[in-house]
């Protein structure tokens, strides 16, 4: 299957630093890629949705300055965490879509493995 | 609003079966999901269903029905490496998925 990287798998900074998470599809090319944060026994909350070369759509609730977010290629999207603080502190999961009809694929979103972070 | 329910945690036995459902209301409906999620992993694809029955692949299969608004997932020959949460994801008239808050399964041998 399909295969997403993400880098770093892990990070832990000072409060007030920014962060910058990368997710690249490695076998396709992805037009549209999705930003998930997971806190401590919940389920995975969508924070934004990119297409490549246009601008991020950001879920309700989500500060689209502190989570900055460029799709510049088809294949890498960044996600940086700006002047990040203790409560930033989370699981983020990218996910990856290929073109075409979503429900062409059985596997609408293909998952990269996740950076924990953790704000001190 | 779009809501989907699922167990919070179950527990079953290694080699037993276990039915994990789910319920949702939403605006559309373009299919429902399965992944599974080990803690500290990223969630991984099982099952997909858009129309009504039973899917079965391998030791898992996964049940439809649209009119109910339900689905489940049975997991058969428990093992110890399925103790994991099971989210369950519907794809709404805008091809967002929604998600479950998981369900933690937790097997004993």
């Known amino acids: 299957g399909a295969v997403v990287s993400q880098h770093p798998s892990w990070v832990i900074c000072k409060s007030g630093t920014s962060v910058k998470i990368e997710c690249r599809s490695l076998d396709f090319q992805a037009t549209t890629m999705f930003w998930y944060r997971q806190f401590p026994k919940q389920s995975l909350m969508l924070m934004a949705t990119s297409n490549e070369g246009s601008k991020a759509t950001y879920e309700q609730g989500v500060e689209k300055d502190k989570f900055l977010i460029n799709h510049a290629s088809l294949t890498l999207s960044t996600l940086t965490v700006t002047s990040a603080h203790p409560e930033d502190s989370s699981f983020y999961i990218c996910s990856a879509r290929s073109g075409g009809h979503p429900t062409s694929i059985q596997e609408t979103q293909y998952f990269g493995p996740g950076t924990r972070l953790l704000v001190l | ?109």
């Open chain 2, 1 to 109: 609003g779009q809501n989907i329910d699922q167990p919070t945690e179950m527990t079953a036995t290694e080699g037993a079966i276990v039915q994990i459902n789910c319920t949702y209301q939403t605006s559309g409906f373009n299919g429902l999901f399965w992944y599974q999620q080990h803690a500290g992993e990223a969630p991984t694809f099982l099952s997909y269903n858009v129309l009504d029955g039973l899917e079965e692949k391998g030791r898992f299969s996964s049940f439809l029905s649209r009119s109910k608004g339900y689905s489940y997932l049975l997991l058969k020959e428990l093992q110890m490496k399925d103790s994991a949460s099971y989210l369950c994801a519907v794809l709404d008239s805008n091809y967002q998925l929604i998600w479950g808050a998981g369900t933690k399964l937790i097997i004993k041998p």
